[in-house]
Structure formats: C-alpha cells, structure tokens
C-alpha cells in the first residue's frame, strides 16, 4: 500500500513542494490518494 500510495502521489503531482505551498490542499489530496489505494489493496486481498 505503501509503494502505490508514493507512486500515485508522484504521478498526480502531490509534493513536498505542494506541501510547503498549501497544505490543506496537500491534505485532502493525500487523503483521497490513501482511500483510493486502500480500496485497491482491499479489492485485491478479498477478491483475489
């Protein structure tokens, strides 16, 4: 989960400079990729 949730960051833009910049912003975009790698990793666990 980790792995995925660094390389959708990386692939979306989501940086320390963002970070530094506005981090409510950096927050909720976190946060949203978190939930969605989490459902991938659920979806793989339980249905795989």
């Known amino acids: 989960m980790l792995l995925?949730?660094?390389q959708m960051a990386?692939?979306?833009g989501?940086?320390?400079q963002?970070?530094?910049q506005n981090q409510m912003l950096?927050?909720?975009r976190m946060?949203?990729?978190r939930d969605?790698?989490?459902e991938i990793v659920n979806?793989?666990?339980i249905y795989a």
């Open 18 to 20: 963002l970070k530094a």
């Open 31 to 33: 946060n949203n990729i």
């Open 4 to 6: 995925l949730t660094k």
């Open 43 to 45: 979806h793989d666990l």
């Open 36 to 38: 969605r790698a989490m």
């Open 10 to 12: 990386e692939r979306e």
């Open 14 to 16: 989501v940086t320390e």
């Open 26 to 28: 950096w927050v909720q």
